[in-house]
């Protein structure tokens, strides 16, 4: 059997990632995605080990130290990370794994993992952006601004991606990643 891909999307914070990942893990079965580990607060509607696994920031500081992260990063304040076991058991079933980390996290992992797949998602302009994450409403007015910022900067990593795909159209995009993903797969297999 052959070992599963790593597929790694990231993209500023409202571009929908979310969506797009739901949408290629309902088209594509042998795609999994990843649950991280946070030291945020779940959102309305999010449920724990489904969206992340939410842990103290004492935990995840122990599970540091333990190296059970892949690799892990601190976005608006609150840690982040992805469990190496959950990849590398995926992987080794043969399934390919999706991480929706940041910028700083994929740097991490294409530095690991050199033949990883990196997705980088945008919004088709900064204000329909803007409006996007507006439209979510989730985040409190300080926490909405400080990600706004932070999204800006992480615009500048793009280029380190081996791929950018614009999330203009949701279906669209999904079909577009999805050839990534095949054509990724014909050249291992
Ligand atoms: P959110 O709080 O909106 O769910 O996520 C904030 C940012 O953290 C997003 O850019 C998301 O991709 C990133 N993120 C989520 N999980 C991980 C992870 O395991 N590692 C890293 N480095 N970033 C993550």
Redesign the pocket.
Known sequence: MRRGLLIVI????GVG?DTLIRRLLELDPNLVYSV???T?KPRPGEKPDE??SFLTRDRFEELVRDGAFL???T??G?L???FRDRVERARAEGRDVV????V???E?VRRLVPDAISIFVIAPSQHELEERQERRGSESAEDLAS?REIAKR?MEYAPEYEHVVTNDDIERAVGEILRIIDGARQRVT
């Open positions: 990231s993209g500023p914070s990632k991280s580990g946070t945020r969206n992340y690799e892990h990063a976005y608006n609150h982040y990370g992805t991480l929706k980390i940041d700083q996290g994929a991490q990600r992480e």
